[in-house]
């Protein structure tokens, strides 16, 4: 059997070699966002950092952690998808090869062994190539996150043998998950069917399709409806995944949406014609294209928006939650000095600590690192419309949970350690609203944190002008205190250090996997070009010039691609709904922002990916003299 | 029409016991294509035997049937109704993998398009059936094959490099690597020039004439002629049968048959 592998292979290798990439690439990626999970997960605390440098490498190595196990998640979900589906299409795209080993005897189990057996040779082959990949992989992420500070300089993803037991685990058992279901349809292709070449003779629709098309799109309608109720993080998460579940329940219901708008299609003269006929005829083939494409578009549209439209929404909620003019930006409780000053009608100073926050006693306890709020309860309520909870901290050695909602709701008692003072366990007795910007995990008073922490921490102070104020001198005094912006420049200042973070997390976790998506794309136009030549040859035969027949297929795969862009679009338009619930439910303000640049980069850079490699697949595919395909069958 | 029966017809040859000794034979076979209004009767109600060790001809107007009914002698097609038996074994209700052992061991097919794996030699191509049986042919065995087809000297080219006819002569070779006990032929010749096909129709007469059983479909009166005996089928029914006839006694009959 072995042979006949290897036969097909020397004729059909674009296929194979596809499928090996996809395994190749889908190994490496897992295995480096591992790697790098790992490694930023046990980074040590180098010894003898002061509290505040201690807060800030363990806040960006927690991110680094958060960002890593997203990358590997989306790293496995693109794998296992694009694996399986290249896999599936490969063994359709060989149909009636193997309806014409079933004509001279194969059985069901044959025909299995065949196609299993190929699929471990390749998951090997592909895990093989994918693990040096992997190593490189690792290097490209690691430097991310050094480039983004969340990690040290030297920072790299370490090697660790076991990996090499996990890679290989990801890429046969993908490849096995992906041609089960494919090997199990080709066993019952009936033998008759090589008789008849009337190119796609199975039917598209599929019950697995159907099945993993609605069970995906409940699961993803669902989560639209549970975002509202997840929180800032939560909320993200569950939107995000609200547009995956939908992308896969597209994809797979592709086949029923594509020769609907192949209908749309102006069709004009023959060129037209034959594009949208294969489009019609080629169900199969349209839906492999238009899967990575929709899985792609949704993934990166719905991140981005997601993480573009909770900054906005942040920044909205930041305006309207802060009162005043000013902002001085000092260190320590300057807020006695501000208040002093001729012309300031109040002033809100608020000093930022490194909090840990911990549960629990003996060996059972958990930490948690965060930030915390040292404030005058009363000039805080003043500077923050809507926060006006903070006034419980009046009641003395108590905390108040604050919009980062980090540290536990009110009720509960948790063990304080700020800066380098462990203040014993407080009582947790109101909480301010959470707000979906993130901010401090607790409020404090200066009584309850020793002064000497409070005086070389960094603060800042909300100023609001008394309505006789001479502005520039209040301005002078403050700036002699440290540097003072006003409320919407300090907000704008925030909110584009806020953006720099959003561009950045984007970048590492949909970047190596946009990429992969753009392979899988690629691949399926290889892979869905291959057996084509004959058909090519048939059209020029009917008077086509070599020219109009990659017209029509340069057509088709626009089409294609237009409808993988508009499912895309669907997708993600479900976590455009979790984030207008989201905010609306957080901020009061439903909020939505698309990134249009992005959706047009997007766009533009798939159309050509797309063109370019159907033409390059159709013009090798029209290389020989037409007539010399006509005679083989197969 | 004209009744055009010469010899009383029930269902077997002269010289057979009904029941025995019948390679394939067929009980009130009948095959439906689509349902309602648009139903189609490709086979209905055909009795039939074919005879051990005998090369007969099925003819007939263009979809009457033949095609379907020898998909359903060789297992390839489920029946509505009726039996089918090859040698002692009912096959009607053959499981798949049964079935694909049939293919493999029993019976040998040959169409009219060739079919053979354009990835794989001439001499690959033979092998498959065996090898499909978990067999690894001795090489000896599968150039003999195609020897006997006068093919021994191409045993290492792929499909595309060989001429139709001795691409038909090479799925000849695989059907009959594994010594079947019947030949289906649907159209061996159809795609053949008239010199191709002769050589086709020659290597076929040897086969029988060493009592290879063989069932062959064919719009030409004159491949017709060189068999046993004619079936003809009209409208899924059998219309009529000759033994032992004249190429132009097989064009009469087809011309009336199609009037
Ligand atoms: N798969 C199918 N689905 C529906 N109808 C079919 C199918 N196969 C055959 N038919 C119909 O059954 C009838 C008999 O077809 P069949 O192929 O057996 O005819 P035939 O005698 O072999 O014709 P030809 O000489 O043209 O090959 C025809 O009317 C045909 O349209
Ligand atoms: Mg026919």
């Known amino acids: ?634 | 029409m004209v009744p055009v029966t010469t010899t009383t017809f029930a269902g077997s040859f002269p010289g057979t016991a009904p029941g025995t000794a019948a390679a394939v034979a067929l009980h009130g076979v009948t095959r439906t294509y689509g349902r309602g209004p648009t139903a189609v009767r490709a086979v209905d109600g055909v009795d039939l035997e074919f005879p051990r060790g005998a090369w007969t001809a099925v003819m007939g107007p263009s979809g009457s049937g033949k095609s379907t009914l020898l998909h359903c002698a060789a297992g390839l097609e489920r029946v509505d109704g009726g039996r089918v038996r090859l040698g002692d074994t009912d096959i009607t209700a053959a499981s798949d993998d049964e079935l694909a052992a049939l293919r493999r061991e029993r019976i040998g097919f040959v169409f009219q398009g060739y079919h053979l794996i354009g990835a794989l030699t001439a001499e690959q191509n033979v092998a498959l059936p065996l090898r499909l049986a978990g067999r690894r042919p001795p090489r000896a065995e599968v150039r003999a094959a195609l020897s006997m087809v006068g093919l021994g000297d191409r045993a290492r080219h792929r499909p595309r490099e060989l001429s139709g006819g001795q691409q038909q002569r090479v799925a000849i070779a695989r059907a009959m690597v594994t010594r079947p006990e019947v030949l289906f032929a649907d159209e061996p010749t159809g795609a053949l020039d008239s010199a191709s096909a002769r050589t086709v129709l020659d290597l076929l007469a040897a086969m029988a004439a060493r009592g290879q059983t063989i069932v062959m479909v064919t719009h030409d009166p004159a491949a017709a002629a060189r068999a046993g005996a004619v079936v003809f089928l009209r409208d899924g029914r059998v219309a009529d049968r000759l033994v032992g006839a004249s190429a132009h006694d097989v064009a009469d009959r087809l011309v009336r048959l199609e009037a």
Not at chain 1, 32 to 61: W, Y
Not at chain 1, 158 to 174: C, H, Q, T, Y
């Open chain 1, 1 to 634: 059997m072995l042979g006949l592998s290897r036969a097909t292979f020397r004729q059909r290798w674009p296929l194979f070699v596809g499928a090996a990439l996809t395994v190749c690439i889908g190994v490496a990626l897992v295995q480096s966002s591992l790697l790098v999970l790992i490694s930023a997960a046990t980074l040590p605390v180098p010894a003898g950092l002061a509290p505040a440098a201690r807060a800030a490498f363990v806040e960006g190595s927690t991110t680094a952690v958060t960002l890593s196990a997203l990358t590997l998640a989306f790293s496995a979900f693109l794998a296992v998808f694009i694996v399986s589906s290249t896999f599936a299409f490969t063994v359709a795209q060989r149909r009636p090869e193997l309806a014409l080993l079933r004509l001279v005897g194969a059985g069901r189990g044959a025909m299995r062994r065949l196609l299993v057996g190929e699929a471990v040779l390749l998951a090997i082959i592909g895990t093989a190539a994918g693990i040096p990949v992997g190593l490189a992989a690792t290097r490209f992420q690691s430097g991310l996150l050094v480039g983004l500070g969340m990690v040290p300089d030297g920072f790299n993803g370490e090697w660790r043998s076991w990996i090499l037991g996990v890679s290989a685990g990801v890429g046969i058992g993908v490849s096995l998950a992906g041609v089960l279901v494919a090997a199990r349809r080709a066993g019952r292709v009936r033998p008759l069917e090589a008789l008849r070449d009337t190119g796609d003779s199975a039917r598209v629709m599929t019950a697995t399709r159907w099945v993993a098309g609605l069970l995906f799109l409940a699961g993803g309608i669902a989560l639209v409806i549970l975002t509202p109720i997840g929180g800032a993080a939560g909320g993200q998460a569950l939107g995000g995944n609200a547009a995956l579940c939908l992308a896969v329940a597209l994809s797979a219901l592709s086949p029923l949406l594509v020769p609907v708008v192949a209908r749309l299609i102006p069709v004009r003269g023959p060129v037209g014609e034959l594009a949208v006929a294969a489009l019609g005829d080629g169900v199969r083939r349209s839906a492999a294209t238009a899967a990575p494409v929709i899985v792609l578009v949704g993934l990166v549209l719905a991140q981005a928006t997601m993480l573009t439209s909770t900054t906005a929404a942040g920044a909205a909620e930041q305006r309207r939650a802060t009162a005043g003019d000013l902002v001085l930006d000092a260190t320590g409780p300057v807020g006695g000095d501000v208040t002093d000053l001729p012309g300031v009608a109040w002033a809100s100073t608020e000093v930022v600590l490194p909090l840990t926050v911990s549960w629990g006693s003996g060996d059972d306890v958990e930490r948690e690192d965060g930030q915390a709020l040292v404030v005058d309860p009363a000039a805080y309520a003043t500077a923050h419309p809507g926060r006006e909870a903070v006034e419980a901290l009046r009641g003395g050695r108590v905390a108040v949970a604050g919009p980062g909602a980090g540290a536990g709701s009110p009720g509960d008692t948790v063990g304080v350690l700020v800066g380098g003072s462990d203040l014993g366990p407080l009582p947790i007795v109101a909480g301010v609203p959470d707000a979906i910007g993130g901010g401090a995990d607790l409020l404090l008073t200066a009584d309850a944190v020793p002064a000497a922490e409070l005086a070389a921490a960094p603060s800042r102070t909300v100023v609001a002008l008394a309505p006789d104020a001479d502005r520039d001198r209040v301005l002078a005094a403050l700036a002699a205190l440290g540097t003072v912006s006003t409320v919407p420049d300090w907000i704008a200042a925030d909110t584009a250090a806020r953006e720099t973070t959003t561009v950045a997390v984007f970048t590492v976790i949909m970047g190596l996997g946009g990429l992969y998506a753009l392979i899988g794309v690629v691949n399926a136009v290889v892979v869905g070009a291959a057996p084509r030549p004959a058909e090519f040859a048939t059209a020029r035969l009917s008077g086509l010039t070599r020219r109009q027949v990659l017209r029509a297929a340069l057509l088709e795969s626009a089409a294609v691609t237009t409808v993988g862009l508009l499912l895309g679009g669907l997708a993600a338009g479900g976590s455009f709904i979790a984030v207008l619930a989201l905010t609306a439910t957080m901020t009061g303000v439903a909020t939505l922002a698309v990134p249009w640049a992005l959706i047009g980069l997007l766009a533009g850079g798939l159309y050509l990916v797309t063109a370019v490699t159907s033409a390059l697949a159709t013009w090798s595919g029209t290389r020989r003299a037409p007539v010399s395909l006509l005679g083989a069958t197969t």
